[in-house]
């Protein structure tokens, strides 16, 4: 059938299972969405604030759900407006696929209005990229798009279209995704090298990566585990691809990790990582990062190995199918050790908060994760809620943690959390956030009001920028630069209500229970947002200094000295 560029998009997107898509609207992108409308019966758009607002929530979806994200947004500023998101959800490894307009073919290169070159601004922050400007390839390169997104390792994939080939007839005839020919799913030539390592170790230590999510392999992570017998720690972007309510989980390790995470690291033979880049906010000091122990790395990009650790045996592929494999061919084992780790007291740091501020993230984030019995999808920001989100909720299943972990991007949350809920609207979903992050995406709570995504905004607020604070505190002979915010005057009752989103304060201990039973009920049909007031002067320990050994955590920091 003869239709035209703009209808093939869409019918590309049905195509690929697409149901929801984000964006906003402009004068490169009007024959997309007027293709839109008349698709509005199959196809969910949700127009957000701001075009990052949009490509942070499609990033979330993504995350929440594990299918490819959709963000669309017009020429020029509408495009470079989703850099910060696509770079977000590149660092990550989140499937998503970006669609902008472009001027038309005859203007392209000409300095004319609204122009840029976008595909040349976003080579280094997405996977592939694409400018379509021969109509008979569009649709072809929009299902090669999702399939890279997709496969293999991840990432954002954007196609930039010009006005003309929106506008232009080409025939159309449905397809299939294309899928690249010879993809392996793993390299067996070190399998029985790992088998020979498990086996001779008796102080096995696992570290599970964001690649066990994106693998869809948490029950072959932990069938590993207990066949092992080993301890178990995530990274950020792992947390919940293994049940953290299960006793071998030791907390998260690296910078902000757990002070029997760290213990388990120095004392271990053999570490063993799995869908992990090994980040230097994890490794710290890389010359004694587990100077004690050998290392498996499985992943299925041989970029990381050896990148950042020294590694003796490396598993190139799937690790859902690595995991089966070895999983068939390991003798149960019993390490004395690791009862050890698991049942040891490390004297992990306790928050406390002041007589004028009483209350502390943890007794919130603990309290939130018991109402919820652990079951909410949490998003965050980035900065010290980001690490506390971590630290206090005990996430049990994969897809529970929305954060950005490689770029650190501050405003991500709120956005995501919209994308989240959007794509799993049986969850409760809760954003945790700084006032500091907040404040950079507040614009979104329109998003989430005028379509009624029934979010929960939970904002900690201590009138500072305060993982920056922190630094300034250790490193900086406490100039708190440019890191305090009280002249912020903001009345978060009179903003959410602004925007139509009933808001509650929680400022003393006992109002943290019956607040948050509120905000939960409310949340079952509308949006509502909560601040939580807390002491400026709370940290987020334990903390490695950037680039030292994972040793010995700080635990305790004394304010005064």
């Known amino acids: 059938m003869i239709l035209s560029g703009s209808d093939i998009i869409v019918e590309c997107l049905l195509e690929q299972g697409v149901n929801t898509v984000f964006g906003y609207p402009g004068g490169a992108v009007l024959n997309i969405y007027d293709s839109l409308y008349k698709y509005s019966d199959k196809l969910r758009h949700i127009i957000t604030s701001h075009e990052q607002g949009a490509c942070h929530a499609a990033d979330g979806f993504a995350r929440a759900t594990g299918k490819t994200g959709v963000v669309i947004a017009t020429s020029g500023p ?19 696929v970006a669609i902008t307009g472009n001027v038309s073919t005859d203007l392209l290169g000409l ?60 025939e159309y005839s449905p397809a299939e995704s294309i899928n690249k020919a010879g993809r392996e799913t793993y390299d067996s030539s070190n399998i029985d090298y790992a088998l020979e390592l498990i086996e001779k170790s ?25 066949l092992c017998d080993a301890p178990v720690s995530c990274s950020l972007m792992g947390q919940g691809a293994y049940d953290q309510t299960d006793r071998r989980y030791i907390g998260m390790l690296g910078m902000h990790g757990t002070v029997k995470a760290a213990a388990a690291l120095n004392s271990c033979d053999l570490f063993i990582g799995m869908g992990t880049r090994f980040s230097d906010r994890v490794i710290g000091d890389a010359k004694v990062f587990g100077k004690n122990a050998k290392f498996i790395h499985i992943d299925i990009d041989p970029a990381e190995f050896n990148k950042n650790v ?41 928050q406390k908060g002041t007589s004028e501020l009483p209350v502390t993230p943890q007794a919130v984030i603990e309290t939130l994760d018991k109402l919820t ?19 206090y909720y005990k996430f049990k299943e994969p897809r529970s943690f929305i954060s950005s972990g490689g770029l650190g991007t501050m405003g991500f ?149």
């Open 78 to 96: 509408g495009a470079t407006n989703l850099t910060t998101g696509l770079a977000t959800a590149n660092m990550d490894s989140v499937p998503l």
């Open 111 to 170: 300095d004319s209005f609204q122009e840029v070159d976008i595909t040349g601004v976003t080579i280094p922050i997405t996977k592939h990229n694409f400018i379509v400007k021969n109509i008979a390839e569009l649709a072809d390169t929009l299902r090669l798009a999702f399939d890279i997104a997709n496969s293999g390792r991840k990432g954002p994939v954007l196609v930039d279209i010009p006005k003309d080939i929106t506008a232009a007839t080409y």
């Open 202 to 226: 008796e102080k096995p230590y696992i570290y599970a990566g964001g690649g066990i999510i994106s693998a869809n392999a948490e029950e072959e992570l932990k069938t590993f585990a207990e």
């Open 310 to 350: 020294e590694v003796g045996c490396t598993i190139k592929g799937d690790i859902k199918e690595v995991l089966k494999n070895l999983c068939g061919k390991i003798s149960q084992k019993k390490c004395g050790w690791t009862d050890e780790i698991i049942n040891g007291d490390f004297g992990e740091p306790v």
């Open 373 to 391: 019995n652990g079951q909410a999808v949490v998003a965050t920001e980035v900065g010290q809620n980001q690490m506390w989100a971590a630290q």
């Open 413 to 561: 949350g709120l956005g995501a959390a919209i994308g989240a809920k959007v794509g799993r609207p049986d969850k409760t979903v809760v954003n945790i956030a700084g006032d500091g992050s907040f404040a950079m995406n507040l614009n979104e709570l329109i998003t989430a009001s005028s379509h009624n995504i029934p979010i929960i905004e939970l904002v900690l607020n201590n009138k500072v920028l305060g993982m920056v604070r922190q630094w300034q505190r250790l490193f900086y002979n406490k100039h708190f630069s440019q890191t305090t915010l009280d002249a912020r005057h903001i009345d978060y009752v009179k903003l959410g209500e602004s925007f139509g989103i009933q808001t509650f304060v929680i400022e003393k201990c006992e109002d943290i229970e019956p607040v948050l039973k509120k905000a939960l009920d409310i949340s079952k049909s509308a949006p509502v947002m909560i601040e939580v007031r807390i002491d400026r002067d709370i940290n987020v320990l334990p903390m490695i200094p950037a680039g030292k050994p994972v040793v010995n955590p700080i635990t305790e920091i004394d304010l005064e000295a």
